[in-house]
């Protein structure tokens, strides 16, 4: 089979399916429901993480991103269920210390330390960024121990969700700390350097 020439209508065709995302891939979705809840967006996100768990209902990264958003905008009982499918199967760091971060949230704070203490189990079969501890005391309403592991994630270059940290929402109750406000401007010098 030949490749279309271009300039022809095959080839205008060709192009504009190859800038379609395929309809069985969730990541596109998925990441565009992070940066609409990121944006506090909360019905467009609902929206697209919903489109995003029907096209792979068994996507993790999906539901516990799709929990975050609801946690943040005040549906924990959908969290807890969002995280609780992103769990299943599925032994990471993340719906761990999501689940225990909502947990504390809800006054049930000897699940939260638990979670803490699967996170340490967990640690010793494979890496578990300090992020998700920073989440979990944050949620125990220990503010500094938060900030300390979110220091600690940046200092060990732990990149994503550090990354993020300027526009995450599960984070806006340290906004108007002068630590938080000085991480943020660190993660973002980094990123500006790594561009040049």
Known sequence: ???????????????????????????EPNLIGRIYGSARRFPEAKAVFERALAIDPAFSYAHWHYGEMLQVSGDLKGAAAEYAKASTGNNTPEPIALSGQLAAIMGRSEEARQALTALDELEKHRYVDFFWRALLYLGLGD?????????????NNEGYEIGLIKVDPMLDSLRAEPRFQALVKKVRGRREEAKL
């Open 1 to 27: 089979m030949r490749a279309p020439t271009t300039g022809s209508a095959e080839h205008s065709s060709h192009r504009e399916s190859s800038l379609k995302p395929s309809p069985k891939v969730s990541w």
């Open 143 to 155: 503010k500094d121990r938060a900030l300390h592991f979110l220091e600690q994630s940046y200092a």
